[in-house]
């Protein structure tokens, strides 16, 4: 059965400077009243995760600890777009943090709700051309949980999914728009 928001009860039961959390009264196709709960980026502005791509073709993750899953994980550099800010300024800025690398270059690849049950807003892919860098030469954020990095083909990070060392959503689907874009440019 589907749920409509009741706009008039739409209000976060919490806010966090990163997440808001809902729980809204809401109506049902019937007629009945009911309620849901999902979240949302604070002030709904969304989020980005940045696909790092060096002129031969490496692509630079990633490892950060990721607390609700207890455990290290694999992924694109990632953050919130800040107030004033558009999608690839955030990747621009998040990709800079992480790992201390400046893009060459910023290109749009789209948008998608990863989780269109819980999460009301967009996450932004973004393709990041960076120069040939080394790993020695990244500043790593460490209070952000970030412990290593590392360059990989397209071939090792196709690997690296079958072989579950790749796990997070959010990385998973922003490969897929990565993938496209190159398939729809040739490549």
Known sequence: ?????????????????????????????????????????????????VIPVTPSGRLLLIRVHRYPAQKFMWEFPAGLVDPGENPEAASLRELKEETGVDAISATYLGAQTPISGL???????????IPEVKLDDLVLQSEEGI???KLVSRTEIASMIVN???????TLYSLARYWAYLEAEGN
């Open 164 to 170: 579950q060392e790749i796990e997070d959503g959010v």
């Open 1 to 49: 059965m589907n749920t409509r928001p009741d706009p008039e009860n739409q209000s976060p039961v919490y806010e966090t400077p990163w997440w808001d959390f809902y729980y809204d009264t809401t109506v049902k196709d019937d007629g009945s009243c009911g309620n849901y709960a999902w979240i949302r980026t604070h002030g709904g502005r969304g989020a980005i995760m």
């Open 147 to 149: 412990v290593e990095a």
């Open 119 to 129: 999460v009301g807003d967009k996450f932004h892919s973004i393709l990041a051309e």
